[in-house]
């Protein structure tokens, strides 16, 4: 079999004219949720592009609070908890928040993430370092590394409804005791902005932009074989292979799952051509 060609990404090194250059003028398709679209937005807009928001997906707290509480409450019991996404950062401590009275007062323990980006926001919200982040930011390396160090200790995961069975697995396969919570529910955007599908359509939009599986599978659901009409940027390798399983191809990956690498990896594509 052979391997499909991959999407160019951003490697740091300088291009031959100043990157901001490169992106000036062109028209971004955003499709994150609503309340996480406008950073990505402000990243492309200092770049000289044009922006236009149209969520795909719509993001809330878990619909079953009470079950979250009391799966909450039992936090102490667990050695580790895992935030697989900023969203679980988010809501999981919303959570926290409600049912000890502030973060402080909780009895958490040791802390993973999925990536930098999580770890991130988990100390910006709480001050407080995670103890593990994986060497690549995916399922299958956090459920590696979390496996080898936590050992016979227990893990509280939060995580969204339709989030990826890899961890679980592989946390599975090492024995490893854990228990998931859904912390937070998202649901596909069902009906296209007419004016948005026609620009797509008519071929005005330059790039979509693609930040996770959940967003690539319902940008394809929402707006189908207009896609091929602009280029996709992918934010990681996961979400370039769940495009390529439902048939479109990347036209550029972020070296690291971040937003200002995903502008980055435009801007390394735009340069290319110039």
């Not at 592009?49 to 009470?66: F, G, L």
Request: hydrophobic share 40%; net charge negative; with cysteine.
């Amino acid at each position: 079999m052979i391997n499909p060609p991959q999407p160019p990404t951003f490697d740091g090194s300088e291009p031959q004219k100043p990157l901001e250059n490169w992106v000036s003028g062109r028209f971004v398709l955003v499709t994150r949720p609503a309340r996480q679209s406008g950073s990505l937005c402000e990243l492309f807009e200092a770049k000289g592009a044009k922006t236009c928001r149209h969520p795909v997906i719509e993001i809330a707290a878990a619909e079953n609070q009470r079950n979250l509480l009391d799966a909450i409450s039992r936090i102490g019991d667990f050695e580790w908890v895992v935030f697989v996404s900023r969203n679980a950062v988010r809501y999981a401590l919303q959570a926290i928040e409600q049912e000890f009275g502030g973060f402080e007062q909780a009895p958490v323990g040791k802390v993973a993430a999925i990536g930098e980006t999580t770890a991130d926001l988990f100390y910006s919200l709480t001050g407080k370092k995670v103890d593990l982040v994986p060497a690549t930011a995916n399922s299958e390396s956090l459920g590696v590394e979390l496996a080898e160090v936590a050992g016979a200790a227990r893990a509280m995961i939060f995580r969204g409804n339709r989030g990826s069975s890899v961890l679980d697995q592989c946390l599975s396969d090492s024995q490893l005791e854990f228990q998931e919570i859904v912390v937070y529910e998202s649901e596909d955007i069902l009906d296209p902005s007419p004016e948005v599908q026609s620009l797509l359509r008519s071929g005005k939009v330059d790039w979509v932009t693609i930040t996770s599986s959940a967003i690539a599978k319902a940008t394809v659901a929402l707006f189908g074989e207009d896609l091929r009409r602009a280029k996709l940027v992918s934010l990681s390798p996961n979400i370039t292979q769940v495009l390529r399983g439902l048939g479109f191809e990347v036209a550029a990956e972020a070296s690291s799952p971040g937003m200002v690498e995903l502008v980055a990896a435009v801007e390394a594509y735009e340069s290319n051509l110039g």
